[in-house]
């Protein structure tokens, strides 16, 4: 079982790490009228193997934000397409389901799903309310290894306390694609998840997930670096994110990285 201390010092320690020793984190920013989205992202090691994938952690963060001052437009659906060479591996961890940790505090979630906590991190936020304007927030956000309907998918549990205690779950879905640079699409609904309750503007999250499985220790989060016979570098899409809002076109950033081959 993980417990929410421990969980937030190996967090704040690996975010440390990624900041310190993984070199600088790799932004993409995208425009559209007022509204500008920004998302960064670092992976750790640098270093990679050519081909076996091996275990990575994954710093994101990402910063929605009305150029013109006041609160952006709630985002409807978010797509992340990750890179082929980035594999999602989650034979033999366990799984969580919605209803165990919605509704729940974040210390409850973790005391009914934390064996299968895959990353963790913080959301801001602003609650509209009828006639009342809006209310700041923020709060934890974990992020688990889920089910849904007999499928896997990540359930991203979010909780704040002010003004009242909320909490929400957004499911993931997961799609493998066959062709092109991308390999593995997650997809969420925002309005389903979250109503006309919250409009999430910033997020900072850090994934990682080292387990044992029939003696064997795997990772969730695993990579290898694309580099051509004899090359000891590329340069390769990370991911792209694909952003709708409601009455607007949807916005797309391509997050770019270099890596090294470890031989």
């Known amino acids: 079982m993980v417990h929410r201390a421990g969980a937030r010092r190996k967090v704040g320690a690996l975010l440390a790490a ?17 509204l500008r989205i920004t998302v960064l992202s670092q992976i750790m090691p640098y270093a990679l193997p050519r081909a076996k994938p091996a275990p990575i952690a994954v710093f994101v963060a990402g910063h929605l934000q009305n150029a013109k001052g006041g609160i952006p437009p709630q985002l409807q659906e978010l797509t992340i397409d990750v890179n082929r060479h980035g594999l999602l591996q ?24 934390g064996d299968a906590l895959i990353g963790s991190g913080q959301f801001w936020a602003n609650i509209v309310l009828p006639d009342q304007g809006a209310y700041r927030t923020q709060g934890r956000l974990l992020i688990f290894n889920g089910r849904k309907n007999g499928r896997p998918v990540i359930l991203t549990h979010i909780y704040t306390s002010h003004p009242f205690n909320s909490s929400f779950v957004i499911p993931f879905s997961i799609r493998h694609i066959h062709k092109g640079p991308y390999g593995t699409e997650l997809h969420a609904s925002l309005p389903q998840a979250l109503g006309d309750w919250g409009y999430l503007d910033r997020i900072k999250l850090t994934l990682k997930r080292e387990y044992t499985f029939k003696g064997k220790r795997l990772s969730y989060f695993n990579a290898s670096c694309p580099a051509g016979k004899g090359a000891k570098r590329a340069a390769f899409p990370l991911a792209y994110a694909e952003f709708s809002f409601a009455g607007r076109k949807p916005l797309g950033a391509t997050v770019n990285k270099t890596c090294g081959v470890k031989e």
Do not use: Y
Not at 18 to 32: H, K, M, N, S
Not at 99 to 106: D, G, H, I, L, R
């Open 90 to 113: 989650s034979r033999g961890l366990p799984a969580c389901g919605i209803e165990s940790v919605q509704p729940a505090t974040t210390s409850r979630a973790l005391s009914s799903c």
């Open 18 to 34: 990624l900041l310190l020793c993984g070199g600088i984190a790799t932004a993409a920013t995208i425009q559209d009228g007022g």
